[in-house]
């Protein structure tokens, strides 16, 4: 609840509604994009590497002993999509920490500016 709120600090009442819907839009392009395209495609990936692999004496998981398998089971599966996820939260806090730095400096200098200007 709080995204409506600071768009309309940030970029003003007159197009909240606009921004808004195309912040609301970008969430889910993000949404349909990682996790129906790039998570499958890392999880197939992670079936054909269990499938070239013996299944015995992996380490997490691991397809199972039918070679023509479709699914998989256990940490091995999912690890690069974890850590894609985890690499795209990070960047979105550095993203989120420059912004509001950068913000706080406009604000800043914004309220100063005001300050000395009033009689």
Same mark, same amino acid.
């Given at each position: 609840?709080?995204?409506? @709120?600071?768009?309309? =600090? @940030?970029?003003?009442?007159?197009?909240?509604?606009?921004?808004?819907?195309?912040?609301?839009?970008?969430?889910?392009?993000?949404?349909?994009?990682?996790?129906?395209?790039?998570?499958?495609?890392?999880?197939?990936?992670?079936?054909?590497?269990?499938?070239? !692999?013996?299944?015995?004496?992996?380490?997490? $998981?691991?397809?199972?002993? =039918?070679?023509?398998? !479709?699914?998989?089971?256990?940490? =091995?599966?999912?690890?690069?999509?974890?850590?894609?996820?985890? @690499?795209?939260?990070?960047?979105?806090?550095?993203?989120? @920490?420059?912004?509001?730095?950068? !913000?706080?400096?406009?604000?800043?200098?914004? =309220?100063? $500016?005001?300050?000395?200007?009033?009689?």
């Amino acid at each position: 609840m709080l995204l409506p @709120l600071i768009m309309a =600090d @940030l970029f003003g009442l007159e197009n909240l509604g606009a921004n808004y819907k195309i912040a609301c839009f970008g969430e889910a392009v993000g949404a349909i994009v990682f996790g129906r395209v790039v998570a499958a495609q890392l999880y197939e990936n992670a079936i054909e590497a269990t499938q070239r !692999t013996p299944a015995a004496g992996s380490s997490g $998981g691991a397809a199972s002993a =039918d070679s023509t398998s !479709t699914a998989c089971f256990g940490a =091995d599966c999912f690890r690069w999509t974890f850590l894609l996820c985890a @690499l795209l939260c990070c960047a979105a806090s550095a993203a989120g @920490l420059l912004l509001g730095q950068r !913000t706080g400096r406009k604000q800043r200098l914004r =309220d100063e $500016g005001e300050r000395f200007s009033t009689p």
